[in-house]
């Protein structure tokens, strides 16, 4: 699966780590292998101007993610639909989120790519039912694969 990954932040953050965990959440989903994704890890100020750009709301955030082809789960692959989007981390962000839920940056990064790649996959969490089959599938996806 072609997978990017750029750092752009200060943060340390494992390109291995994330692109196999990635990996893992597209073969889960049953995406195509020829299927890319971008990921990127940015500082909290270009996450705060993306988040005023593209979302209307001020300060950083710590996930946003851009669809392109409007890919679903399971889709058959079509010749010049391949590009799931890209999804923005913010590590800075995730680490106090991650001290706020007693478990390590490392995890909330997981656990907020993850979430990235269900919303690019149409993914939502605005209603209670949508927000419980999410997080279920997010929690599924990460639990997997540490496993493995």
């Given amino acids: 699966m072609p997978i990017t990954f750029e750092n752009e932040s200060d943060f340390p953050c494992s390109e291995t780590h994330l ?4 990996a893992h959440a597209l073969e889960t989903m049953r995406l ?11 500082d909290e ?3 705060e101007r993306l988040h005023i750009e593209w979302m209307d709301e001020e300060g950083p955030t710590d996930v946003l993610s851009f ?12 010749e010049g639909k391949s590009t799931l989007g890209d999804v923005v981390l913010c590590p800075e962000v995730a ?12 995890m909330e990064l997981e656990i907020l790519l993850v979430h990235g790649i ?10 209670k039912d949508e927000e419980k089959e999410m997080f279920a599938l997010q929690n599924k ?4 694969w540490k496993v493995l």
């Fill in 67 to 78: 669809p392109i082809d409007e890919l679903r789960p399971g889709q058959e692959f079509i």
């Fill in 45 to 47: 100020d270009e996450m």
């Fill in 19 to 22: 692109t196999s965990l990635a």
């Fill in 95 to 106: 680490k106090r989120q991650a001290a706020g839920a007693g478990h390590s940056t490392e």
């Fill in 118 to 127: 269900l919303h690019l996959m149409g993914y939502d969490h605005v209603e």
């Fill in 32 to 42: 195509d292998e020829r299927i890319e994704l971008s990921i990127l890890a940015v």
């Fill in 141 to 144: 996806i990460v639990t997997e």
